[in-house]
């Protein structure tokens, strides 16, 4: 079992920057691939990004290339996504998630075994 706790939302203004955290309970963190997912009112929960369990890929959406930015340290249990050059469309429930297996590496929600609560990341214009 894995228990996943998001930090680090809030209001920013469009053009800001945000660094999400996000701290797994467990011995095994090493072994999960994580990835970033963010849900807007009346979306779908979609995918913003991901980071092979290695630590040696990464793979974002083309929404948020070159702005975000994702990094482990598995000594400390944690990934971060550096959010810059916030715009107003990523306003969104972002949640961070983990994936036990060696071999994927997707970007499908049902991909993903372990799921955070969410932290509310807000841009306004």
């Known amino acids: 079992q894995v228990q996943l706790v998001e930090s680090g939302g809030g209001l920013v203004q469009a053009g800001g920057s945000l660094r999400l955290s996000c701290a797994a309970s467990?011995?095994?963190?090493?072994?999960?691939?994580m990835g970033w997912f963010r849900q807007a009112p009346g979306k779908e929960r979609e995918f913003v990004v991901i980071?092979?369990?290695?630590?040696?890929?990464?793979y974002y959406a083309d929404s948020v290339k070159g702005r975000f930015t994702i990094s482990r340290d598995d000594a400390k249990n944690t990934v971060y996504l550096q959010m810059n050059s916030l715009k107003p469309e990523d306003t969104a429930v972002y949640y961070c998630?983990?994936?036990?297996?060696?071999?994927?590496?997707?970007?499908?929600?049902?991909?993903?075994?372990?799921w955070g609560q969410g932290t509310q990341v807000t841009v306004s214009s």
């Open positions: 998630a983990a994936d036990s297996s060696r071999v994927r590496f997707g970007t499908a929600v049902g991909n993903y075994d372990y």
């Open positions: 467990g011995r095994t963190f090493s072994r999960y691939s």
């Open positions: 980071i092979r369990w290695s630590g040696s890929t990464t």
